[in-house]
């Protein structure tokens, strides 16, 4: 069965600190691993990646896909309080295969 | 200019009735979806439409049923809401892998 797991559940930290979060996935008809950031309402876009090894920046944030090791990390750097909120990644190709969320609060 | 839309925002009903909720995006995208999301942030698939035609049917009751009238629209119907099918459901389109999420409406059976 098709599974996406994020890693760490939940997180806190201070502003100013730099997080790393996780995401593992088994998904059979796999091309690409997405990233959204979720606060109350719909998932919003970050990140695509279906290439090993690039990274993609934007701003403070940055994402990289490992293909062998089937995996991604999504680097926040110099967080602020409005980078809480919950990250999802999500694998696949049209039908994506979503983790359960790294919920990340940055205190201030 | 709302890319991916939902009606209502919010639905609140008893157990039993039937409700439908509307999705409308101006994005120019084939493919739409619908997904569930429970209480624990899961966000599940249940279908997928590319050009009025379905394409992803996820293990979802019959109870739902998903009319596409165009490309630009996709209904969820939903008969005989039972507790369990309290949830967001989000409706999404997509320009290739890449999914654009509706605002979600949070649908409460009593």
């Known amino acids: 069965e098709d599974k996406v797991v994020q890693s760490p559940l939940s997180l806190v930290v201070h502003e100013g600190d730099t997080v790393t979060l996780n995401c593992s996935y088994e998904?059979?008809?796999?091309?690409?691993l997405l990233w959204y950031k979720q606060e109350k309402k719909a998932p919003t876009f970050l990140f695509m990646l279906?290439?090993?090894?690039i990274e993609k920046k934007s701003g403070r944030l940055s994402s990289i896909l490992d293909k062998k090791e089937l995996f991604s990390i999504l680097n926040i750097t110099a967080t602020q309080t409005g980078d809480s909120a919950v990250y999802l990644c999500a694998g696949g190709a049209q039908k994506l295969v979503f983790g359960q969320g790294t919920r990340l609060t940055i205190n201030p | 200019d709302t890319a991916v839309s939902q009606t209502p925002k919010y639905l609140v009903t008893q157990m039993g009735n039937d409700k439908s909720i509307k999705c409308e995006q101006n994005l120019g995208h084939d493919t739409m979806y619908w997904y569930k999301q429970d209480s624990k942030k899961f966000l599940k698939i249940m279908f997928s439409y590319n050009n009025k035609e379905l394409i992803i049917n996820e293990t979802v009751p019959n109870r739902f049923s998903p009319k596409s009238p165009d490309k630009a629209h996709l209904n969820l119907h939903i008969n005989s809401l039972e507790l369990g099918d309290s949830a967001v459901y989000f409706c999404?389109?997509?320009?290739?892998?890449?999914?654009?999420f509706g605002p979600g409406t949070r649908l409460t059976v009593l």
């Open positions: 999404a389109s997509s320009w290739g892998d890449t999914q654009y």
């Open positions: 998904v059979t008809n796999f091309r690409s």
């Open positions: 279906t290439s090993s090894g």
